[in-house]
C-alpha cells in the first residue's frame, strides 16, 4: 500500500468517524425540542451531548485539515467550488455551537426560543450541506483539465447530491433519537423512542434508495458494493430495534448505517477523490492531487503518534460521562455545567 492510498483511507475513517459521532449530536439538536416538552426537558436533552458535541467536531477540523495536506488539489478544488455551501455550513455550525452556551443566559423565554430555533436550523442545516457534498464528490461536478471548478452553486444540487443530504439528515435524526434513548430517562426517553419508530422505516427506506442508486451510479463490481449492503442491513437492523429496549444495539445499529453511507461514497470514489462531469480525463484521483512523498511520510509520524493520544482522550470522555441523564429542575444550572 502506497503513502498515497494510506492517506485516502484515513481521510475517509476521519469523515466517517466524524459523522458517526457528530451524527447523534445534530440529530439531538433537531430533536431537542420536540422530546424536550418543557423547558428541564430540553435542559436535559441538550446536556446528554453537552461534554461531547465540541469533542466530536474536532474530527471535522482534522477530516478538513488532513486533506489539505495530504491532497492540497483536492482540497483547492473543492473548498473553491463549494465555497457557498461550505460558508453555509460554517454559519450553521457556529450557531449551533453558539447556542449551547447563549440559551442559558438570561431567564428569558423569547431568548431560549430564538437560540433553540438557531440550534434546531443547524443541527438540520448542516448534515444537509454535508451529505450534498460528499454526494457531488461522486456525482461529478463540472471540473476543468486544470483543476478548475467552472460551475456554480446550482450544479451542487442535483438529484443524487440532495438525496445523500437527506438521507444523511434522516440517519442522524434516527441517530439521535436512539441516543437519547440510550442516555437519558423519563419523559425524555419515551418522547425519543416514539420518534425513533416513527423516522426508523423512512430513514430505511432511504438507506435503500441511497444504496441502490450508489450502485447503479459506481457500477464497480460487487465487492465496491459492500458498504451500501451494510448500510442497508444495519439500517433495517435499526428500524427492528428501536422501542424494544434494545438501546444499546440499536444506536450500534445506527452508528453502523451512517458510516457505511460515508464509506461507500469514498469505496465508489477511489481512486479518485473528485469526478468531473467534463469527461473522465478531467477526473481528480489521489495521485494527481497529492502531496509530495516527504509531506506524506511526516504526516504519518505525527498520525502514528497523535491519533491514539486523541482516541484515548475521547474514549476517556465518553467513559466518565457514560450515565443516563434524568430530568433537570425548573432553574436549575445548565445540564453541561451540573456535569462538569
Known amino acids: 500500500m502506497t503513502l498515497v492510498t494510506f492517506w485516502f483511507i484515513i481521510l475517509a475513517g476521519l469523515w466517517t468517524g466524524f459523522l458517526v459521532l457528530e451524527g447523534f449530536d445534530f440529530g439531538v439538536g433537531m430533536l431537542h425540542g420536540v422530546v424536550g416538552r418543557g423547558e428541564a426537558g430540553r435542559r436535559v436533552a441538550i446536556g446528554a451531548i453537552g461534554p461531547l458535541w465540541d469533542g466530536n467536531e474536532v474530527w471535522l477540523i482534522v477530516a478538513t485539515a488532513g486533506m489539505f495536506a495530504a491532497f492540497p488539489g483536492w482540497y483547492a478544488t473543492m473548498f473553491s467550488g463549494f465555497y457557498l455551501a461550505i460558508l453555509l455550513l460554517l454559519v450553521a455550525l457556529i450557531a449551533r455551537g453558539v447556542s449551547f452556551e447563549f440559551r442559558g443566559k438570561r431567564e428569558s423565554a ?115 458494493s459492500l458498504p451500501e449492503m451494510a448500510a442497508v442491513l444495519a439500517a433495517g437492523a435499526a428500524a427492528w430495534l428501536v422501542g424494544r429496549d434494545r438501546d444499546g444495539f440499536a444506536f450500534v445499529a445506527t452508528s453502523l448505517a451512517i458510516g457505511a453511507v460515508v464509506l461507500s461514497i469514498f469505496v465508489g470514489l477511489y481512486p479518485r477523490v473528485m469526478v468531473s462531469t467534463l469527461g473522465s480525463a478531467a477526473d481528480l484521483t489521489v495521485t494527481n492531487t497529492a502531496s509530495s512523498s516527504y509531506t506524506l511520510r511526516l504526516m504519518t509520524i505525527v498520525a502514528v503518534v497523535l491519533f491514539p493520544v486523541v482516541l484515548a482522550y475521547q474514549g476517556w470522555t465518553y467513559y466518565v460521562f457514560r450515565r443516563r441523564i434524568g430530568a433537570a429542575p425548573t432553574g436549575a444550572a445548565r445540564p453541561r455545567d451540573r456535569q462538569r
Open 110 to 224: 423569547r431568548w431560549r426560543r430564538t437560540w433553540d430555533a438557531a440550534l434546531t436550523v443547524g443541527s438540520l442545516l448542516a448534515p444537509l450541506l454535508i451529505g450534498v457534498a460528499l454526494g457531488n464528490l461522486l456525482h461529478g461536478v463540472p471540473i476543468a483539465a486544470d483543476q478548475e471548478y467552472t460551475g456554480g452553486f446550482v450544479d451542487l444540487l442535483n438529484a443524487y447530491s440532495l438525496f445523500t443530504g437527506v438521507t444523511v439528515v434522516l440517519l442522524c435524526l434516527l441517530h439521535g433519537a436512539t441516543f437519547l434513548a440510550l442516555k437519558t430517562t423519563g419523559e425524555v426517553r419515551e418522547h425519543a423512542v416514539r420518534v425513533g419508530r416513527r423516522v426508523a422505516t423512512v430513514t430505511a427506506v432511504a438507506v435503500v434508495g441511497f444504496a441502490v442508486w450508489t450502485y447503479v451510479l459506481v457500477d464497480k463490481g460487487l465487492l465496491a
